[in-house]
C-alpha cells in the first residue's frame, strides 16, 4: 500500500490519477460544478483514480463556512473521491521544501504591485516584470520582500509547451518576455497559486489536469517549474469556460450564484451539454446516480467545444 494519504491505494505509473481543487473563498457555482463534472468523468472512465484538494492557500480570501459547503454539494450531487482531501493551508511545508530547492534560480524581491504598475510594461497577463531586483533589491529599505523565479533558465524554457487534449496546440509561451519574473512566494509570506498547485501535483501523482481554459495560459510556468524541480509533465485538458452574455466569466469573485441542491438532476445535465455531450431528456432519468452511469458510460471528450470561452445562452436555450 502506498503511504501518501491523498490516494486511495498504490497505483503504477500509467494508472489515471485526476484530481478537482476548488478554492473555499465562495459556495460551488455552476462553472465550477462544470470543472468538477469534466474532471470526473475522464477519471471514472480511465476508471482510475479522482483526487479533491481545496486550494486554500490564499488564507485571507478564504471564506468562512465555504469550504463545507463546497463538500456538501459536491457529496449531494454524487461525487466520490479517492483517499482524503488535501488541504493546502496544511502543505507550507511541503511548499517550502520545494522553494528551498530552486534557491539557485531565486531571489527577493522589494518590488511593490503599485510600484509595478507605474514602471513595468503591460501584456496578456498584467504587468510584465522585467528583473527589477535580479541583481539585488531596487529599494533596499523595504521590509517585506516576495521571493521570485528567475524566468530565463535556458535549459527548461523549451519544457514550457505541453500536451493539450483539448484546446488548439502546440501552445507555447515565452515567460520572460510575455510574464517575467514571477512570484513563489509573496511579501506576506504566503505561497503562490503556481508553485503550491505544482508541489500538490507532484506530490499526489497526479497524471491528468482537466480544468477550465481561464488557466490555460498559466500552464507553462507550472510546466516551468515542474522542469526546474525535476517533476514529471501531467497532460493537460482545458475546456471552455462558461460566460455570462457580457463576457463575465462566472466566478466566485462574480457573485455567482451557488449550484441547486433542489435541481441536482437537471443542473447536472445542463453542465453535461455544456461539455459538448448530449444526455437524454431529464425524465428518463430517475435518480443522480442514473445520470452518472449514463454520463461514465458515454463521456467523449472528443465533443467538448473547441474553444476559450462559452455563454451561458448556449445552454439555457
Known amino acids: 500500500m502506498s503511504d501518501n494519504p491523498y490516494l486511495a491505494k498504490k497505483n503504477s505509473a500509467k494508472a489515471y490519477i485526476g484530481r478537482f481543487a476548488p478554492s473555499p473563498t465562495g459556495p460551488l457555482h455552476f462553472g465550477s460544478l462544470i470543472a468538477a463534472t469534466a474532471s470526473y468523468l475522464c477519471a ?47 502543505q507550507c511545508q511541503d511548499y517550502q521544501d520545494a522553494l528551498d530547492q530552486l534557491q539557485a534560480f531565486t531571489y527577493p524581491c ?74 513563489l512566494k509573496r511579501s506576506d509570506g504566503l505561497f503562490s497559486y503556481q508553485l503550491a498547485v505544482v508541489v500538490d501535483d507532484h506530490l499526489q501523482g497526479v497524471t491528468d489536469i482537466v480544468r477550465g481554459a481561464d488557466l490555460f495560459n498559466n500552464t507553462p510556468r507550472q510546466n516551468y517549474l515542474q522542469c526546474l524541480l525535476g ?16 463576457g463575465k466569466k462566472l466566478s466566485k469573485q462574480n457573485a455567482s450564484a451557488p449550484i441547486s441542491l433542489q435541481k441536482k438532476r437537471s443542473t447536472l445535465l445542463l453542465a453535461l451539454q455544456f461539455l459538448g455531450q448530449a444526455p437524454p431528456r431529464l425524465d428518463n432519468f430517475s435518480s443522480i446516480d442514473d ?20 455563454t451561458i445562452h448556449d445552454y439555457e436555450n
Open 291 to 310: 445520470i452518472w452511469q449514463w454520463a461514465v458510460q458515454n463521456w467523449d471528450i472528443d465533443l467538448i467545444p473547441k474553444r476559450l470561452t462559452q
Open 44 to 90: 471514472r472512465q480511465k476508471q482510475g483514480q479522482w483526487l479533491l484538494r481545496i486550494e486554500d492557500v490564499d488564507i485571507p480570501r478564504t471564506q468562512k463556512g465555504a469550504t463545507q459547503a463546497i463538500i456538501q454539494a459536491l457529496e449531494e450531487y454524487g461525487f466520490e473521491w479517492s483517499g482524503n482531501i488535501r488541504y493546502q493551508s496544511e
Open 110 to 183: 522589494s518590488c511593490t504591485r503599485k510600484s509595478l504598475q507605474a514602471r513595468a510594461a503591460t501584456g496578456t497577463f498584467s504587468y510584465i516584470y522585467p528583473g527589477y531586483c535580479r541583481n539585488g533589491l531596487s529599494q533596499p529599505q523595504a521590509s517585506q520582500t516576495s521571493m521570485r523565479l528567475r524566468s530565463d533558465i535556458n535549459s527548461c524554457l523549451n519544457k514550457a509547451d505541453f500536451i493539450e487534449l483539448c484546446q488548439a496546440t502546440p501552445y507555447s509561451q515565452h515567460i520572460e518576455k510575455e510574464v517575467g519574473d514571477f512570484i
Open 231 to 246: 517533476y514529471s509533465q501531467p497532460r493537460y485538458l482545458h475546456f471552455p469556460v462558461a460566460v455570462y452574455d457580457n
